[in-house]
Every structure is written in C-alpha cells, then in structure tokens.
Nanobody, 123 residues
Framework: QVQLVESGGGLVQAGGSLRLSCAASGRTFSSYAMGWFRQAPGKEREFVASIRWSGSTTYYADSVKGRFTISRDNAKNTMYLQMNSLQPEDTAVYYC????????????????WGKGTLVTVSS
C-alpha cells in the first residue's frame, strides 16, 4: 500500500512559478513509476509528467514540455514538479500518482492517487 500526499499548490500570476511536492509512504516507493496528472473544471483528468522508478527517464505532455520539470528523491520518498512560466490554462487540481509499470502516461496505469492540490493561475 502506498499513500500519496501532495503539497505546494496555490495562487500565482501568469508567468510565475510553483513547485509541487508529493510525499509517499511505504517502503516500496522506489519500485513505482511516479507521475503528475491534472484535472481542470469540466474536463477529464490528463497526463502532465512522469518519471521512471530510477529517475533516469522522464516524460511530459506537449503542453508543459520546456516549462515543467519532474524529479524524484527516492531516499526521501518524495517527487517534485517544478512549474515555470505558468499560464491560466494550467489552472487545475494536480494529482500525484504511482503505478507498478515501467512507463506511467495514462490513468490506466495508476495504482495509487493522492487527493490533489489546487493550482490557480491568474491572468
């Protein structure tokens, strides 16, 4: 069992930055692929970024590529999402996810979800 707790969301102006964190419980954190998904009001949950268990490979949605950076510290059981150049269309609830899969890029591969943290970007 893995429990995930997100933090770091908030209100920011367009062009600003935020760093999200996801703290995981459980001794098998390092064996899971981890990722971030987001859900805007009235829209489906969508993939944002993911990272393999080793941290060696990362994946990004086209909409955030070059602006967001995902990373993980397996010693601290924590994953991060550095978000720069934020835009109003980035406004959403951001969810931390873990999956026993090599590559985590869809909700189908997710075994555990956090409760989410709200990011609001004002224009």
């Amino acid at each position: 069992q893995v429990q995930l707790v997100e933090s770091g969301g908030g209100l920011v102006q367009a062009g600003g930055s935020l760093r999200l964190s996801c703290a995981a419980s459980g001794r098998t954190f390092s064996s899971y692929a981890m990722g971030w998904f987001r859900q805007a009001p009235g829209k489906e949950r969508e993939f944002v970024a993911s990272i393999r268990w080793s941290g060696s490979t990362t994946y990004y949605a086209d909409s955030v590529k070059g602006r967001f950076t995902i990373s993980r510290d397996n010693a601290k059981n924590t994953m991060y999402l550095q978000m720069n150049s934020l835009q109003p269309e980035d406004t959403a609830v951001y969810y931390c996810a873990a999956g026993r899969t090599v590559v985590l890029r869809t909700t189908v591969g997710v075994d555990y979800w956090g409760k989410g943290t709200l990011v609001t970007v004002s224009s």
